[in-house]
């Protein structure tokens, strides 16, 4: 079911028992109602009765109230550009530092340069992170492969 088909049956469903509570039915008798007509699959015994909890606080509101949401962190190529940038230019800057910038805390900065830049701190130095072994031996083989196909 879609989004907004399923919102609809929500709103069309909180309609229902409204009606059926105006009527002076109990939620008992209100979430029987919806069984029998609408199947097992529908709302739930709770859901039915706080929903009448609602109505006998009234709220008659037929829709669903947004709920409040964790902002969203979005890392844009853009923001990655910019602290590699600050890399570039002064590879002894401090995660701190770079966090002071708006739009950015420490958590998404370090999340930035650890696993989208993949770098580390040496010392004092922030350095991308050494291959392994097993790395190594891939890359060489693979650059022979590539030098043997262009001879």
């Not at 709770?46 to 009234?58: L, P, T």
């Not at 190529?77 to 800057?93: G, T």
């Amino acid at each position: 079911m879609s989004g907004d088909a399923c919102y609809f049956n929500i709103i069309a469903t909180r309609a229902i028992i409204r009606y059926f509570f105006l009527q002076g039915k109990t939620p008992e008798k209100i979430y029987a109602i919806l069984t029998e007509t609408l199947g097992e699959h529908e709302q739930s015994y709770v859901i039915v009765s706080n929903w009448v909890a609602q109505i006998k606080r009234g709220d008659f509101s037929a829709s669903i109230a947004p709920r409040p949401r964790r902002p969203k962190t979005v890392t844009t190529p853009e923001i990655i550009y910019q602290i590699h940038e600050l890399f570039l230019e002064d590879s002894r800057i401090s995660a701190k530092s770079i966090a002071e910038h708006p739009g950015l805390s420490s958590k998404r900065v370090g999340s930035i340069i650890h696993e989208d830049l993949e770098m580390r701190k040496l010392s004092v130095k922030w350095v991308p992170k050494c291959q392994n072994a097993v790395q190594n031996r891939q890359r060489g083989q693979s650059s022979e492969q590539h030098l043997e196909f262009f001879h």
